[in-house]
């Protein structure tokens, strides 16, 4: 069964940092892209960034260029979001989501990590 869990998510004044991890278990990490998302409050989930198999290529949001940085660590089933100049519009729940085929595509998300960034 696939698993995605998140944590490192918090209260952080603008300016801060944070770094979310994701562990991912049941399904071969390594042949997968990851994903983070985001969800802030009234608005819809949009993809802050991704990291293709074995690290070779990331892509993120504009909102977000420059100031986060996604990596794996496939020995560890790992992904993470370094997220440095926070600002308030940074604010949501952030969430670990990947794609996996067997016998079809299947959708996987973790259950969210709240980030707040708050004076």
């Known amino acids: 069964q696939v698993q995605l869990v998140e944590s490192g998510g918090g209260l952080v004044q603008p300016g801060g940092s944070l770094r979310l991890s994701c562990l991912a278990s049941?399904?071969?990490?390594?042949?997968?892209?990851m994903y983070w998302y985001r969800q802030a409050p009234g608005k819809e989930r949009e993809m802050v960034a991704f990291?293709?198999?074995?690290?070779?290529?990331?892509n993120y949001a504009d909102s977000v260029k420059g100031r986060f940085a996604i990596s794996r660590d496939d020995a560890k089933n790992r992904v993470y979001l370094q997220m440095n100049s926070l600002k308030s519009e940074d604010t949501a729940v952030y969430y670990c989501?990947?794609?996996?085929?067997?016998?079809?595509?299947?959708?996987?998300w973790g259950q969210g990590t709240q980030v707040t960034v708050s004076s």
């Open positions: 989501y990947t794609q996996t085929y067997r016998s079809g595509w299947y959708d996987h």
């Open positions: 049941g399904f071969d990490f390594t042949r997968y892209i």
């Open positions: 990291i293709t198999t074995g690290g070779g290529r990331t």
